[in-house]
């Protein structure tokens, strides 16, 4: 039984999209290629979907310079001690959803303590003290800083859609094998980032902690688990990651990245190949379209 996991194949990860990586399309070829190829072998198919709204914290119009009054340019960096100085401002009008708060407590007692003054006598949020405890976490956590992305999978956008090469092969395989596609969302929280399709960077609710449905899921009933999409530096890096230091350790040979099915955001490259470094040696199979055997 083959499960593929398909990660973030999205169009503003493509050429033409808001944070294109100019390979993606090639990728994208050859991942609709695969799945064409092994029709008859691949059981299931996962795929992940990065869905934001526009006021989402890695965005430029959650901030604001306090002395400019301009917002960030994409790729900023935006740090605890940035925040704390007012360098950066949070947004103050942001509206939170009246269905489920964004943050709960609970979840987010479960990485420190929350700050006595993270809610004002009214009982509303902060927002300033929450993304100084936010920024905090994040660079206690030693992977990240906040960096401000182009706007990008804005939910029901064109960019947030699957790009059609590979959308088009995985409803072929539905039909030919009666299989559906088992769709994940991830990111829509406003006030956390999800570079892993499975846990955000700082859990703040049941949604953004560790999907443990999502990995049995995965694990159970799984001869081979294949992953590709984009990007390699990024979502496929950090949702692997996650996999892997939850799945049984003598069974890594069941793991298998396509490498020449994702490719880095540019500039991140190094990123991408101490990721196929790192999974190798923890003996997660690394190998092209080509190479693997069903």
């Not at 990111?187 to 560790?210: D, H, Q, R, W």
Request: charged share 25%.
């Amino acid at each position: 039984m083959t499960t593929l996991l398909l990660i973030d194949i999205q169009n503003d990860f493509h050429p033409g999209g808001s944070l294109a990586i100019p390979t993606a399309d090639a990728d994208a070829q050859r991942t609709a290629s695969f799945i064409r190829k092994h029709t008859s072998s691949i059981s299931r198919i996962v795929a992940t979907m990065d869905s934001h709204h526009k006021l989402h914290i890695a965005h430029p119009l959650f901030w604001t310079n306090s002395e400019s009054g301009e917002h960030p340019n994409p790729f900023t960096i935006i740090s605890m001690e940035d925040v704390q100085s007012g360098k950066w401002i949070p947004r103050k009008d942001l509206k939170h959803p009246v269905r489920q708060p964004l943050i709960d407590d609970a979840i987010l007692a479960q990485g420190g303590d929350v700050p006595d003054n993270l809610y004002s006598s009214d009982g509303a949020l902060d927002i300033e003290q929450y993304c100084i405890e936010y920024t905090r976490r994040l660079e206690e956590k030693g992977r990240f800083q906040l960096c401000i992305w182009p706007e990008h999978c804005l939910i029901g956008s064109e960019g947030h859609n699957v790009v059609r090469v590979v959308m088009d092969a995985i409803q072929d395989w539905s039909h030919a094998t009666g299989g559906s596609v088992e769709w994940v969302d991830k990111g829509a929280n406003l006030l956390t980032e999800m570079y892993s399709a499975l846990c955000s960077e700082v859990p703040i609710s049941k949604k953004t902690a560790f999907d443990d449905d999502l990995f049995e899921s995965l694990k159970i009933n799984t001869d081979k688990l294949v992953m590709c999409g984009q990007a390699l530096s990024h979502c496929v890096n950090y949702t692997v990651r996650d996999i892997v230091d939850h799945w049984p350790k003598d069974e890594m040979s069941k793991l298998t990245v396509l490498k020449d099915c994702a490719s880095s955001v540019p500039g991140f490259e190094e990123s991408g190949e101490f990721f196929l470094n790192d999974m190798k040696e923890a003996g997660v199979n690394i190998e092209t379209s080509e190479e693997f055997q069903p």
